[in-house]
């Protein structure tokens, strides 16, 4: 009995947190339409996730792109379809690889030091500070960084594609003999448009996901650097673990 009494409290304590999160959200997102627009607060958090990610972006885009590449023409090859490299490339970076990792590599970078930020915050009473001024901390806090996630993480993702196209490039033209123009005139002929919309909506449901996912933590992340460090590593295994689960699910309804 004693079990079975632990696990109804476990699962009603999940219950009740999963319900704590989804108003969280819907409350940060009603808030993100409703004026004053906060531009300025925009435009940083929007800065803060570009310019703190763009360095991994750029470094995991082109290893992935071109271990994509050497893999991806060994293969094809037994086929006698080397010629089908660009292609191949192209699609797995843009509808699954590009978003995944993308969203994994911000997650790891700048989605902790989002949740630090906010549960240093948190410490230090300066988000009881925005109460005690009549001023709602969702609005000022949370309702910029999701909606900058919605933005930097698309814009992010475009850029991992690229750099990862151009590394696979780089092995299977450069290194490897296939000509530059069956490279890219392939990839013309196989990529389509619902391939590009496909990878726009998963990375702008990863950047709803990740920002939400750290700034919660964060905002309820307790007092005390224990609490805060407690509430990083929960919000970027959370985020991580979410990222996968979306991904399967964003790419079940659009197949």
């Known amino acids: 009995m004693d079990f079975l009494a632990k ?17 969280f959200l819907g409350n940060a997102i009603y808030l993100i ?3 004053p627009f906060k531009y300025k607060l925009l435009l940083r958090q929007i800065r803060f996730l570009g310019t703190r990610s763009m360095s991994i972006i750029l470094l995991t ?15 094809l090859r037994k086929f006698g379809s080397e010629a089908l490299l660009g292609p191949a490339i192209a699609l797995s970076l843009i509808r ?31 988000i009881d500070a925005l109460y005690s001024m009549a001023l709602n901390p969702i609005k000022y806090l949370i309702a910029p960084n999701i909606l900058g996630g919605m933005i930097a993480f698309p814009l992010l993702t475009a850029i991992f594609d690229v750099v990862g196209i151009y590394g696979g490039y780089f092995v ?19 990529v389509e ?10 990375s702008l449901s990863f950047g709803i996901i990740v920002t939400w996912i750290c700034c919660y933590k964060g905002f309820y992340s307790g ?12 919000a970027v295994v959370l985020s991580s673990v979410l ?7 964003i790419g079940s309804m659009l197949l």
Not at 172 to 190: A, N, P, Q, R
Request: glycine share 14%.
């Open 61 to 75: 885009g082109a290893f992935t792109g071109m271990v994509l590449g050497l893999q991806l023409f060994y293969t």
């Open 96 to 126: 699954e690889l590009g978003p995944v990792f993308s969203a994994l590599m911000i997650t790891g970078r700048t989605g902790s030091a989002l949740t630090a930020e906010i549960g240093m915050m948190r410490i230090s009473e300066q």
């Open 7 to 23: 696990l109804g409290e476990w699962f009603l304590s999940v219950v009740k947190e999963m319900g704590k999160m989804a108003i």
């Open 223 to 234: 007092y005390g650097a224990e609490g805060v460090s407690k509430a990083t590593t929960e």
């Open 33 to 35: 339409f409703t004026p």
């Open 172 to 190: 299977g033209v450069k290194l490897l003999g296939i000509s530059s123009g069956t490279y890219f005139s392939e990839m013309k002929t196989f």
């Open 193 to 202: 448009m619902e391939d590009i919309f496909a990878g726009i909506y998963k």
């Open 243 to 249: 990222i996968l689960v979306g991904d399967y699910v």
